[in-house]
């Protein structure tokens, strides 16, 4: 499957703690986008890379929440101290520079926090 | 604040029939106007795209018409068939793509 991958699928955590996620894009794809999807709503823009560039960031994104492209292929979305009010569908998005409007998406890391 | 709205959260239609999905955008700077199909348990699924400066594209069964003096798009597909059945958000993006704003979807179901 040479599609978008995001591990872990799941992801049950206690308010206060640390989560990390990975996206695997397509591999060529140099464009990287995360987002994040609650209950009854649209995928919510997060970030954006181009590359290992971070081009773009959401005002709503706050300081706890934190994003790497190290090598400009997967990437890692960190949430720090965690609140039950980050309980939400995480999604990874690739694209290429030749063609930026066909984000590919990947299934998903859905976050609990008790 | 909301800049991509679908104000109709479900639509059911025959199969066979035309499904009409209406989306409105407030912010008249985007340049590029998307329509995504997602099934339960996967991530969204690029479906058509169209510039601001045309007011029609048409890929197969799908057609999105734009509206800019009223700021709205809607997605046509003819004819609805039953594998249609899924959630359509309709997203919005600047010249760049660096960023996308999607509306909070409608939930498409094709009857048999």
């Known amino acids: 499957d040479t599609g978008v991958s995001q591990n872990p699928r799941h992801k049950i955590t206690k308010r206060g703690q640390n989560v990390t996620f990975r996206c695997d894009p397509i591999?060529?794809?140099?464009?990287l986008y995360w987002y994040r999807q609650t209950l009854g709503q649209g995928p919510e823009f997060l970030t954006y890379?181009?590359?290992?560039?971070?081009?773009?960031k959401s005002r709503l994104l706050s300081d706890r929440f934190s994003a790497e492209r190290p090598k400009g292929s997967f990437s890692t979305l960190e949430i720090q101290r965690t609140e039950q009010g980050d309980s939400a569908m995480y999604l990874c998005?690739?694209?290429?520079?030749?063609?930026?409007?066909?984000?590919?998406f990947g299934p998903g890391t859905r976050l609990t926090v008790l | 604040d909301q800049q991509v709205k679908q104000n109709s959260p479900s639509l059911s239609v025959q199969e066979g029939r035309i499904s009409i999905l209406n989306c409105d955008y407030t912010?008249?700077?985007?340049?590029?106007f998307l329509w995504y199909k997602k099934y339960p348990a996967e991530g969204p699924t690029f479906l058509i795209s169209?510039?601001?400066?045309?007011d029609k594209n048409e890929d197969g069964r799908f057609t999105v018409f734009l509206n800019k003096s009223a700021k709205h798009l809607s997605l046509h597909i003819v004819p609805s068939q039953p594998g249609d059945s899924a959630v359509y958000f309709c997203?919005?993006?600047?010249?760049?793509?660096?960023?996308?704003?999607f509306g909070t979807g409608t939930s498409l179901t094709v009857i048999p």
């Open positions: 998005a690739s694209s290429l520079d030749l063609s930026p409007l066909e984000q590919f």
């Open positions: 890379f181009q590359n290992e560039a971070q081009l773009e």
């Open positions: 997203a919005a993006a600047g010249i760049n793509g660096n960023q996308f704003y």
């Open positions: 169209i510039s601001s400066i045309k």
């Open positions: 591999s060529e794809h140099n464009r």
């Open positions: 912010n008249s700077m985007f340049d590029y």
